[in-house]
């Protein structure tokens, strides 16, 4: 029976390259992002490369939308094993502005899609598994802004805080159906999203945007900004034999910008 991976915000950036990898592995990938246009593109690429794979267009932020994607994949590949809740904001204005001045319909949305998107993912992928009654594994997408919150970023970091809370409660829960649920935390990784990012900040601190890449930069250790495949790397352990003991836990893929 085919063993598959749903990824959702796979169709770009950090769940791209989360995709690609798992393919590697020789996982079936459910290509899920609210881009269709995105997934649809990346899955025809894993399957030129001779992965299955297939898109899915998905609101993380609809619950309905999550159960009914489990169960649409099911039926195409047969076995979930792998349930990556990768799918984030993708609207810069909304988590990139002041605290006071922050829009609330943006919080809102902001809110929605991270944290109850995360939250619905791991309730649709433990029921799955529960089911099949063999174990699975659940991988969240927090940050490094959940280990310790930013300026600018407060909705966002809050959201990322409570990743980490909901990675942790639900690996108490589900260690008993053999579920391990865990976490990546990326720190700065290039992406569309980042060069927003740090075109956002820069004008906000009055800064040229190199400035800003910059005084980022500085407070890497290893003095390089991590790319997606870095993080699908830590994905891939967890998604592998070697991480059956770990669960609950939040992993810094950061290059040593902070330390736990």
């Known amino acids: 029976m085919t063993k598959t991976a749903i990824i959702t915000g796979a169709g770009r950036g950090i769940g791209e390259g989360i995709a690609y990898r798992l393919a590697e592995n020789d996982y079936a990938i459910a290509v899920a992002d609210i881009n269709f246009v995105s997934a649809k593109k990346v899955a025809e690429n894993l ?62 949305r902001l809110l929605d899609v991270n944290l109850k998107g995360t939250y619905w993912g791991i309730q649709a992928a433990a029921k799955q598994f529960q089911k099949q009654g063999r174990g699975g594994r659940i991988i969240n997408a927090a940050s490094l802004a959940g280990v310790e919150a930013s300026a600018l970023q407060s909705a966002y970091s809050a959201s990322k805080f409570a990743i980490r809370g909901l990675t942790q409660a639900a690996a108490k829960e589900l260690a008993k159906d053999k579920i391990t649920v865990n976490a990546y935390d990326p720190g700065v990784v290039r992406t569309p999203l980042r060069d927003a990012i740090d075109q956002k900040t820069a004008a906000i601190k009055g800064l040229s945007v190199e400035k800003q890449k910059e005084s980022v930069l500085k407070e890497i250790a290893l003095g390089r900004e991590a790319t997606p495949k870095d993080v699908a790397e830590v994905v891939s352990w967890l998604s592998s034999p070697s991480a059956n003991y770990i669960t609950g836990q939040s992993i810094l893929v950061d290059g040593g910008m902070r330390y736990q």
Not at 80 to 99: E, H, K, Q, R
């Open 47 to 108: 399957k030129q490369q001779g992965a299955l794979a297939k898109a899915y267009q998905l609101d993380v932020a609809n619950r309905n939308e999550v159960f009914d994607l489990v169960s649409e994949v099911i039926k195409e590949f047969g076995e979930l094993a792998i349930f990556v809740n990768n799918a984030g904001v993708t609207f810069i204005d909304s988590f990139i502005d002041s605290f006071v001045d922050s829009n609330p319909s943006d919080v809102e």
